[in-house]
Each structure stands twice: as C-alpha cells, then as structure tokens.
C-alpha cells in the first residue's frame, strides 16, 4: 500500500483527531495529487499553512504527493522569520482588511469598533465571499472549513473561540493587529469611516439627556448614524488597552 509520513505543527493541530496531534504518522497515499489537497483532505484548510517541507525541501502547493515522502507542515509562526521564496501561501497584507462570513456578525462589528476595514452581511454567500475576498485582497474570516478550503481563498482564518470577545483577541493576536487599531473610528453598522459632526446638526438625532451630557459627536456619512462617548465607551477602551497589553507580552 502507497502511504506517506505526516507531521503538522503549531496552531494546524487544532484540526487533527487528538491521536495525531504534535506526532509524525502514516497516512495511505490512494492516488497522487497536489500537496493542497493531500494537506486538506486530512484537515487544515490552506490559509492556514505558510511552510511545506517534502523530504526536507520546501515546496509550494501544486507539488504531487509521491508514495514514501515525508511532509512537514507549518502554520505562520510571528517569531519565525521564513523567505517569501519559501511561503506557499501569499506575503501578509500590507493594510489588513476583512471580510467575514454570516456567523460571525458581532466580531464584524468589534472589529470595526477597532478601527478596521471589516466587510459583513447576513445573506453573504459562500461564493461571492471567496470571491470578494480574493478580489478585494481582504482576510476570510470564517468557522466554515469548506468555505476556508476553496482555491480562490488565498488569505484566510478559522478563529477557534465561539465567544466574539475571545475570537477578536485571537484575530488581533494572529494578525499582529495592536499597533494598528484605530478605536471607534468606523461605524458599527455599515463599516464606513465617521466624521466630526457639528453639535447642533445632530441635536434632534440623540436624547435630550445626551444632549445636555455630551459636545462632541460623531456621525456615518453613509447611513447617518450618530455615535457619543457613552458608558459603553469606556468599556470598548479597556477592552482596548487589554489587547495592547497581551500583544506587548507575546
């Protein structure tokens, strides 16, 4: 019988039976395919894998698997420094963007409270959410593996925690995202970035208690959406200075 020995590494484990976790095993080899689909049939969808050695030497995705091979296979490690020479994946985005799949609606809206560029509906498809992420250059953020694991995905994430609030600290922790965060700069609703509003242009938009507590408001040019700094603002800044605090440990 045809087989290959196999060892993933890292964060690529999570998507192994607990048997073949931090091990080297032997799996069949039923017919000669590409390195992608090998790896993918056992598990890790391709966005998560930034290193493939085949007997030592690194290869890229359309390698064939061959009978008796030894795969490694490694996730983005921030403190390993690998050549774009021998990256099977895509070099990281200069300006990370996202765009996120139906489940995951509340971490669209934390991640926009951070500032960043975050693409959400509630009737988004499969389809076009591949295709918008391959031709818009954004982060797939999903927990749907077959969504993860079509080709036109190049740059992509499945976040692990259920809890939003866990999911936004693993997604800023994977994507070295601190020093990049731009808090309440976006709105929550329709992602576009918000504008300084003049006090009394919005007066008749917001409660009259915010009206006699509250001089500065910001307001989305798109859907006119007014935002304060209310009680829950404090909270979002903890919450900030909390994801700065765990990037500057890690």
């Known amino acids: 019988m045809k087989q290959v020995t196999v060892r993933f590494y890292g964060s690529l484990n999570d998507f192994l039976a607990p048997e073949r976790r931090g091990v080297s095993f032997v799996h069949p080899l039923a017919a000669p395919g590409s390195v992608k689909d090998f790896i993918e049939s056992l598990g890790p969808p391709h966005p998560e894998v930034d290193l493939v050695l085949v007997d030592g030497q690194p290869v890229g995705f359309s390698h064939r698997v061959k009978h008796g091979q030894r795969l490694a296979v490694y996730p983005f490690f921030s403190g390993l420094d690998v050549s774009?020479?021998?990256?099977?994946?895509?070099?990281?985005?200069?300006?990370?963007?996202?765009?996120?799949?139906?489940?995951?609606?509340?971490?669209?809206?934390?991640l926009r409270m951070l500032g960043f560029d975050t693409l959400w509906r509630n009737d988004f498809a499969d389809a076009e959410l591949a295709r918008v992420s391959r031709a818009e250059a954004r982060i797939l953020l999903t927990r749907d593996l077959g969504l993860l694991k079509r080709s036109e995905v190049l740059?992509?994430?499945?976040p692990r925690e259920t809890d939003p609030f866990r999911q936004l600290v693993e997604v800023v922790h994977r994507f070295r995202l601190a020093a990049l965060l731009r808090p309440f700069s976006r709105c929550l609703s329709c992602n576009a970035l918000l504008v300084?509003?003049?006090?009394?242009?919005?007066?008749e938009r917001v409660p009259p208690r915010v009206q006699a507590s509250y001089s500065r408001f910001l307001q989305c040019p798109s859907c006119l959406r007014v935002f304060?700094?209310?009680s829950h603002h404090a909270r979002m800044e903890a919450l900030v200075d909390r994801l700065r605090a765990l990037e500057a440990r890690s």
Not at 91 to 100: A, D
Not at 155 to 158: D, R
Not at 196 to 203: F, K
């Open 84 to 110: 774009p020479l021998l990256r099977v994946g895509p070099p990281p985005l200069p300006e990370p963007r996202f765009v996120l799949d139906v489940g995951l609606g509340r971490l669209a809206s934390l």
């Open 196 to 203: 300084e509003a003049p006090h009394g242009a919005v007066l």
């Open 155 to 158: 740059h992509g994430y499945y």
């Open 228 to 230: 304060w700094e209310g």
